[in-house]
Nanobody, 124 residues
């Protein structure tokens, strides 16, 4: 069973940047596809980004495409999402997630393993 711990959230101004990290333990990261989801206050959890086991395939929600970059360092057992040009509508709790099989367009029901989340607040 993999454990996922996110870090790197915080308060940033509009147009700023943050990099979130997700440290995995209990499983070798290279055996897992990795994802980032987010949940804004009063809204449902939504897909943000996906990356396959070796980093050769990525996918993004339209709302973050061109601004966010997902990556991974299997040697460090860590996945990342670099978030640039942040907007107030990016304010949410960001969750790291993992699955054995890569889902290019993941649904929440496809993903068995979740972190507890890290809060990102973008001020206007």
């Amino acid at each position: 069973q993999v454990q996922l711990v996110e870090s790197g959230g915080g308060l940033v101004q509009t147009g700023g940047s943050l990099r979130l990290s997700c440290l995995a333990s209990g499983r070798t990261l290279s055996s897992l596809a990795m994802y980032w989801f987010r949940q804004a206050p009063g809204k449902e959890r939504e897909f943000v980004a996906a990356i396959n086991r070796h980093g050769s395939s990525t996918n993004y929600a339209d709302s973050v495409k061109g601004r966010f970059t997902i990556s991974r360092d299997n040697a460090e057992n860590t996945a990342y999402v670099q978030m640039n040009s942040l907007k107030p509508e990016d304010t949410a709790v960001y969750y790291c997630a993992a699955s054995n099989y890569y889902h290019y367009y993941p649904d929440i029901s496809d993903i068995p393993s979740w972190g507890k989340g890290t809060l990102v607040t973008v001020s206007s």
